[in-house]
C-alpha cells in the first residue's frame, strides 16, 4: 500500500534555467505537502528535453510514490511532458473528450478559433485522470502506476497553484485518511521579519517541547505555523499559539491564514463602511490589491494615483502652499491627501501614501525608502513615517502592507 | 580539455522544500551563465543530507564538467556540504589559515568570539583554492577534479550573488577565453497566445532548418526566441528574426526582451507626452504596472480608479443616462472615462478599463471576462471589446495587457 509520504518534484521548462524565471513551484508544492505530514524530498528542474524528462522520472519512481511534473502541457512543439511520462510507462497518448468540450466551450466563448494546436492541451496519458485548470487552457492530469501517484501539473505558476489546490491536495488529504491528520495553528504577521520572529522566540525559549516552528516569509507579511509533534495535545497546541500570540504583540493581525487585504475588506463589509485611497509612490498598487478580493465593490469605492504633484493639489485639494514647502513626500502632504480622498469620495476611510520608492530622487534628508502613510476618519488623522530597506519593488510592497496594516489597526 | 560548456547547479538546503523559502540561485546563474554561452542544464533541490549530496554530485560529475553547489557551509551541524564532497573526491577536509585569519579578524572588528562552531567556516576541501566571501562568513571553495571544476557557494542569496560574480564568473571568463554573446534574437509579442503564434509559424513552414524557436508567455506576453544551430550563421538568422515578425505582424510589440509598460514609457518619454489612466475592473494595476519603472513620473501623471459607479460619474464625468442605459461596462462609458481623465488630467493620452473580473456579477448578455479598453488622444478615441478567459487574477493581467498595447499601437 502507498503511504504517499515523501514526494519529488520535477520542474520542466527551460525559462526556469537560463535566468528568465524563478521556480517558485517547489516552495508552494513544499508548503502545501508539509501540512499533510508529507515531506518534499527533492525538486529536479531540467529543459523541456524528452529524452531528460525520461530519464528523470525513471530515477525519481526508484525512490517515491509520489511525483508531481510541473510545464510542457501547453500547446507548442517544446511541451513535450506528456509524451515523455507515456514513454516511460509503456502507455499511449489519448484525447480526453471532456477536456477537449470544455477547451471548445471557453474557446466559443472567448470567440477565438480551437486550432490543432490548441487541441493537443486536451491530450491525456492513456488512462490517466484529467483535472480541470480553472485559470488556463491546459488541465493537469493524475496517473497511477506499479503503487506510486505520478500528478502532471501546468507551469504557470498560477496554474500550477490552482490545479494544485482543487485537485492534488484533495485527492491526497483523501488517501492519507482526511484533513483531520492536520493539526496547526497559524499566525498571520505584519511588519515583522523572519529573523525578528526567531529572536523574540529564542529570546523567550519558544517553542516549548513538542511544538514545531515553521515560516512562511512574503514581503512585509510571515504565516508563523506551529505544528505540534504526534503526542502533543491540542490543549498545549493552544497554549503555545496564545503565547506566540504575547511574544508577536501588535505585529499579530489575524490567527488564522489569510491575506491583510482581504481582512480589512471583511471588516469594512461586516460595518457597512466604504474606504478611498490615495497614492503616489504606489500608483495603483493599493487599488489593485484590494480589488483583488472578489466582492470588494461592496466597500471599495475607488481612488486617486496622483502620481505628479499637479495632481495632489487639482485632485486631493492638497494646499500647494505646504506641498511646496515641506515637498511631496511629507506627513503634511499625506495627510492632506488622506482627507481629501475621504471627503472627495464620500468614503468612512481615506488611506494615503508617498513617498521615494527609488532608485533616483533620495536625498540626504529625505533618503530613498523614506514613506509617509495616512488614514483619515471620522475621529481625525492617523499618521506614520518608514523608511524601508530594499530596491524599487520592496520599498512598494513594504508600503502597501504597512497602510494597510495602519487601516487594519484603526479598524480593530 | 574542459570546455565549460555545460554546468549544473546542487542545490542544498531544507529551507528550500519546506515551503520557506524560493530559490533563486537557478534564476541567478542561469543568466550569468548564459551571458558566457555556458548553459545551465539542471538544478537539483535537495535538503542538507550527507548521503543525498554524494549521490547528486557523483550523477552530475557523470553528464558535466561544471558543477555549482550551493548551501551547508555555514557554522552549524547541518551543513555537511564540504565534508560530502571531499568524500566523493577522496579528499579530506582541513583549515584554511587565510580564511581563518580574515574570519578572526572579522569576529574582532563586530566584538564577538571566534568560536569553534564560527571556525568551521574557515574549512575547506583539501586542494580547494578559497573563495572570499565580501557579504558573509563563509568563504567560497573552487575545486578542480580530473577535468572538472566544482565551485562551493554559500546558500544565502546575497552571499551566493556575491562570491558568483566576484569569483566564479571572472574565472569562468578566462577559462572561456573571453564572453561569447549569446546569439539569438528575441521577438516580445502582445495579443496572441502561444498556440496562435505556433498556428502561424506551422502554416509558414517556420522556422527553417537551422534556427530553433522557443516560447516564454506571461499573462498577455509571449517572448519568442529564435536560437541558431551551430552551423546556423547570423544572417540566417536575422531573415528568420525578419520572417518571424512577418507572420506576427502587428502582435510583435518588440525586437527585444522588454515590458509593454517600460516600451510605452519609452515612447511617451522621447515625444515629451504624458499619460493618464482610469481604471475600473484593474483597481489600480495599470497605474502599478506604470509606476514599476523608474522614471515614470516624467510622463506618467497618475489616475482615477473609479470601482464605484457614483465615482466613474463625479471623478471622470461620465453622464449618469448614459451609464443608467448602457450599464458599467460598456463602450460608451469607457469612452467617457478615457475623455475624461485625460481631460481632467490635462493628459496627452487617457487610458481606460471597464469589465467584468468575476468570480460575480456575470449575465448572459455581459459575461464574465467580457471587458471594454479605450485611448483617448488629441484625434479622438479608439476602444476594445474583449472577454477574456480564466480567473480574477488572470482577467485582470489580461485586461491590463491588453490595455497597454493600445496605448503602444496609438503611441506607434
Not at 82 to 101: F, K, N, Y
Not at 118 to 124: K, L, M, P, T, Y
Not at 192 to 218: H, K, M, S, W
Not at 323 to 332: I, M
Amino acid at each position: 500500500m502507498s503511504s504517499y509520504s515523501h514526494a519529488e518534484l520535477i520542474s520542466t521548462g527551460a525559462e526556469l534555467l537560463s535566468g528568465r524565471s524563478v521556480n517558485t513551484h517547489a516552495r508552494l508544492l513544499g508548503e502545501r505537502l508539509g501540512r499533510l505530514g508529507i515531506e518534499l524530498k527533492r525538486d529536479t528542474t531540467i529543459s523541456d528535453d524528452s529524452l531528460t524528462i525520461q530519464r528523470v522520472l525513471q530515477e525519481a519512481l526508484q525512490r517515491v510514490d509520489l511525483i508531481i511534473i510541473s510545464g510542457g502541457l501547453g500547446p507548442t512543439n517544446d511541451d513535450l511532458t506528456r509524451e515523455a511520462v507515456a514513454d516511460v510507462l509503456g502507455r499511449s497518448v489519448v484525447s480526453d473528450e471532456a477536456s477537449l468540450r470544455a477547451l471548445r466551450e471557453r474557446m466559443r466563448r472567448a470567440g477565438r478559433p480551437l486550432n490543432p494546436a490548441r487541441e493537443r492541451q486536451a491530450r491525456i496519458v492513456e488512462g490517466a485522470m484529467a483535472l480541470s485548470n480553472a485559470v488556463g487552457l491546459a488541465p493537469g492530469q493524475r496517473l497511477e502506476h506499479e503503487g506510486r501517484a505520478i500528478f502532471l501539473l501546468p507551469g504557470p505558476p498560477a496554474e500550477f497553484e490552482a490545479v494544485l489546490d482543487e485537485h492534488v491536495i484533495p485527492w491526497l488529504t483523501e488517501q492519507r485518511g482526511g484533513a483531520a491528520a492536520l493539526r496547526e495553528r497559524v499566525l498571520s504577521v505584519c511588519g515583522l521579519a523572519e529573523a525578528d520572529i526567531v529572536q523574540r522566540f529564542e529570546g523567550a525559549n519558544f517553542p516549548p517541547a513538542g511544538i514545531v516552528t515553521a515560516y512562511c516569509a512574503a514581503a512585509g507579511r510571515v504565516e508563523v505555523r506551529l505544528h505540534p509533534e504526534p503526542h502533543t495535545d491540542d490543549e498545549a497546541l493552544d497554549a503555545a499559539a496564545e503565547r506566540a500570540a504575547e511574544l508577536l504583540g501588535d505585529a499579530v493581525f489575524a490567527r488564522e491564514r489569510i491575506e491583510l487585504e482581504a481582512l480589512v475588506g471583511r471588516l469594512l463589509s461586516e460595518r457597512g463602511q466604504t474606504l478611498a485611497t490615495a497614492e503616489s509612490c504606489t500608483g495603483g498598487l493599493i487599488g489593485e490589491r484590494m480589488t483583488s478580493v472578489s466582492g470588494s465593490s461592496s466597500y471599495y469605492l475607488g481612488g486617486i494615483i496622483s502620481y505628479a504633484d499637479d495632481v495632489k493639489v487639482a485632485e486631493l485639494g492638497v494646499d500647494s502652499d505646504v506641498l511646496a514647502r515641506e515637498g511631496a513626500v511629507s506627513e503634511a502632504v499625506v495627510r492632506q491627501m488622506a482627507e481629501g480622498v475621504r471627503s472627495r469620495f464620500g468614503a468612512d476611510y481615506g488611506l494615503a501614501v508617498t513617498g521615494i520608492a527609488g532608485p533616483e530622487g533620495g536625498t540626504e534628508a529625505k533618503p530613498v525608502g523614506l514613506v509617509h502613510i495616512a488614514v483619515a476618519h471620522a475621529g481625525g488623522v492617523t499618521a506614520e513615517r518608514h523608511v524601508f530597506p530594499g530596491n524599487r519593488a520592496t520599498i512598494r510592497a513594504w508600503t502597501c502592507r504597512k497602510a494597510l496594516m495602519l487601516l487594519f489597526r484603526q479598524l480593530r
